[in-house]
């Protein structure tokens, strides 16, 4: 396969992702979750275009050989994703995600042991539920809000941590004692109190991989060919829990938790792209229809496709002519977890919830209201922020939030808008 493309497709609870690898950063797309083995090759060249590809799938450290080979008929390699993300050497990859955590070994690419535990996201959700006495899915939002944010929805940091410190503790459980390097990974360790709750503990050399959620899916990507295969545990660790509950420990400073990982976190739902825009690397993408993350829309004419950020499933537009200027277009889906269609006051109180919320943390939100956009219902606000403003419209399709985030400067306001209307009247589940 000497000179085809390499392409990670990783399988997912929650999604399916494909990574490719290019002259440039990685494009990640992200889909929604199979619900069973899929043709690899055929997938990758719908996703990726036409022409050879070395296809890695990244897939769970506790599927089966039957379920791999399922998966990874020839030309396709598997990798457990642990070994993905672990890098040479000897180290412990803690896997966090919604539904639960995978701890697992890895000595000099394979997996010499693995532990699992049910401590993931929807625990956490039901700890900030408890303290808020809110629905899960505002529960989720204020629990994301709170990796970046001293406080949100009613209640701050500390609180969270003090309500869940049992969870974390079984998170130490799984891994005190390893003589190894902690990577963090996974949705949930966009939270700082992952770490910090290792950390505390006394484990050592904690760090937080800066996209946690495309970790192994990226890592994928750069690993050498050789490593590429599939790697039996030694230990088949079936216990939730296999090593001794921690002593306690002293509190300390955190030892290393990477810095990128404030910033690849973002406050969950309406308000997360507006704090997180920055200055893209192009990726032109012909005028047309954009589809990723489970969503659609037209691109307009003089604009192009500048990345984005897969974790929150959000795609950003630019000015070809200018794709380093204050003017953009984001759009981010936030799965909602019912039909909108189906309870209108509920998602219309949600979403007013989590403005009022962010106003009274102080961020410069006004002119909230119901409008018809190109033809659309859609509720709309703006956001100020250092001489530019963000003009948000958010559509409600199904089981989805889709929010169309409009930044321009005075100069480029009718450009901007003109083009924000094509994207509000098109964008669409996929």
Do not use: K, N
């Amino acid at each position: 396969m000497t000179g085809a493309r390499r392409v990670a497709v990783q399988v997912g609870a929650g999604a399916l992702r494909v990574a490719v690898a290019g002259d440039g950063p990685p494009t990640v797309v992200e889909l929604p979750p199979a619900r069973g083995p899929l043709d690899l090759p055929e997938l990758v060249a719908r996703v990726a275009g036409p022409g050879p590809a070395e296809i890695v799938l990244v897939h769970p450290a506790g599927w089966t050989p039957q379920r791999i080979a399922a998966w990874a008929r020839r030309p396709v390699r598997p990798v457990p994703a642990p070994v993905a993300v672990a890098g040479p050497g000897r180290r412990l990859v803690l896997d966090v995600g919604a539904s639960g955590s995978e701890a697992t070994l890895v000595e000099r690419g394979r997996m010499a042991a693995r532990w699992r535990s049910d401590v993931g996201g929807a625990r956490l959700d039901e700890a900030v539920a408890g303290l808020t006495g809110s629905t899960a899915v505002r529960a989720r939002r204020v629990r994301e809000a709170l990796s970046l944010l001293p406080e949100a929805g009613g209640i701050d940091a500390e609180q969270l941590r003090v309500a869940a410190s049992p969870l974390f503790d079984e998170l130490v459980a799984m891994v005190r004692g390893v003589d190894a390097p902690v990577l963090l990974i996974g949705g949930v360790a966009r939270s700082p109190l992952v770490a910090e709750a290792l950390d505390e503990a006394g484990v050592a050399d904690v760090v937080v991989a800066p996209r946690p959620e495309t970790a192994a899916l990226l890592g994928a990507l750069a690993l050498p060919l050789d490593r590429t295969a599939v790697s039996e545990p030694a230990d088949p660790a079936d216990t939730a829990v296999l090593l001794p509950p921690p002593a306690a420990g002293a509190r300390r400073p955190l030892r290393r938790v990477l810095a990128g990982v404030a910033a690849v976190a973002a406050v969950a739902g309406l308000l997360a792209a507006g704090r997180a825009l920055g200055p893209p690397v192009v990726v032109t993408v012909p005028v047309g229809t954009l589809v990723q993350y489970g969503y659609r829309f037209a691109v307009p004419a003089g604009w192009v496709h500048t990345g984005g950020l897969p974790e929150r499933r959000r795609s950003l537009l630019t000015p070809a002519a200018a794709p380093a200027s204050s003017d953009l277009i984001a759009v981010e889906r936030t799965p909602l977890g019912y039909d909108a269609a189906a309870e209108p006051e509920r998602t219309r109180a949600e979403l007013r919830a989590v403005y009022d919320d962010a106003v009274a943390a102080g961020d410069p939100l006004s002119d909230y209201g119901a409008r018809t956009v190109s033809g659309r219902p859609v509720t709309t606000y703006r956001q100020q922020d250092d001489g530019v403003v963000i003009e948000w419209f958010v559509v409600l399709d199904g089981d989805a939030q889709l929010s169309v985030g409009c930044r321009h400067t005075p100069a480029g306001e009718a450009t901007v808008l003109a083009a924000c209307a094509v994207v509000v009247a098109s964008v669409r589940r996929d």
